[in-house]
C-alpha cells in the first residue's frame, strides 16, 4: 500500500500492474529527454549573441521537427495500446466474483458458489485494532486465490461508484443498471487496499476496498468455511 509522502506508484501485484509501471517509466524518460532538448535550446537561444538576419527557412530542420515528433507519438501509442488489450482480456477466468456498490458499502456475491455473498463496511476508527489502518480496513475482506485469472462483475444499485485497487491495476465504474467487468491476477499473496473512486455521496471517502489474495489450498478452506456459516 501506499506511504507517506511517497511520490512513485505502490508496488505491483499483478502483471497488468508490472506493464503500466513499466510503460509509465518509459513515457517519463521519453517527457524528461523533450523537456531537457527544449530548455537547452531555451536557454542556448537566449544566451548567444550570435544572429543571422538572413536565415528564413531551412527545409531541413523543418523535416526534423515535423518527423520525430511524429516518431516519438509512434514510441508511445504502441505500448499503451498493448497494455489496453491487455486489461481487456479475459481468458477462462476461474473465479468470478460481482461487487454491488452501495451508499456507502460494498457488497460481493461469488457467482460460482450457490450461497456465498456478503457486505463489506469500513471499520469504524474507534474499533480498529493495533495494526489496522484508519479509513482502509473493512470487515469483510474480498478473499481470492494468487494465481488465478479473477474476473469481476461491477455494478452500483443507487448511484456512481468506481471499485478501484492501485497495486492491482484494477479500476471499474459502477454504473446503476448496466454491468460492467474486468479481470486481474495476483501474482503474489498479499492485502491489498483500494477505494471508492467516483464521487458517490457524503461519505465517498468512508467505503474502502480490501483484497486478500491467499493460496488455493486457504481459499478452498476460507470458501468452505463460510458456505457452513451461511
Not at 458499502?105 to 469504524?124: H, V
Request: with cysteine.
Amino acid at each position: 500500500m501506499a506511504h507517506p509522502s511517497q511520490l512513485g506508484f505502490q508496488d505491483a501485484a499483478s502483471p497488468v500492474m508490472e506493464e503500466l509501471l513499466h510503460f509509465h517509466d518509459h513515457a517519463l524518460m521519453i517527457v524528461f529527454l523533450i523537456s531537457t532538448l527544449v530548455l537547452y535550446i531555451i536557454v542556448a537561444t537566449v544566451s548567444t549573441k550570435l544572429t543571422d538576419k538572413y536565415i528564413l527557412d531551412s527545409q531541413e530542420i523543418e523535416v526534423i521537427w515535423t518527423i520525430m515528433p511524429a516518431v516519438i507519438l509512434i514510441l508511445i501509442a504502441l505500448p499503451s495500446l498493448r497494455i489496453l488489450y491487455l486489461m481487456d482480456e479475459i481468458n477462462d477466468p476461474h473465479l468470478t466474483v460481482k461487487t454491488m456498490g452501495h451508499q456507502w458499502y460494498w457488497s460481493y456475491e461469488y457467482t460460482d458458489y450457490d450461497d456465498l455473498s456478503f457486505d463489506s463496511y469500513m471499520i469504524p476508527t474507534q474499533d480498529l485494532t493495533p495494526g489496522q489502518f484508519r479509513l482502509l480496513e473493512t470487515d469483510h475482506r474480498m478473499v481470492i486465490p494468487v494465481d488465478s485469472p479473477i474476473r469481476v462483475l461491477v455494478s452500483a444499485e443507487d448511484v456512481l461508484h468506481s471499485w478501484a485497487v492501485p497495486s492491482l491495476g484494477v479500476k471499474m465504474d459502477a454504473v446503476p443498471g448496466r454491468l460492467n467487468q474486468t479481470a486481474f491476477i495476483v501474482s503474489r499473496p498479499g492485502v491489498f487496499y483500494g477505494q471508492c473512486s467516483e464521487i458517490c455521496g457524503a461519505n465517498h471517502s468512508f467505503m474502502p476496498i480490501v483484497v486478500e489474495a491467499v493460496p488455493l489450498e486457504h481459499f478452498e478452506n476460507w470458501s468452505s468455511l463460510m458456505l457452513e456459516d451461511a
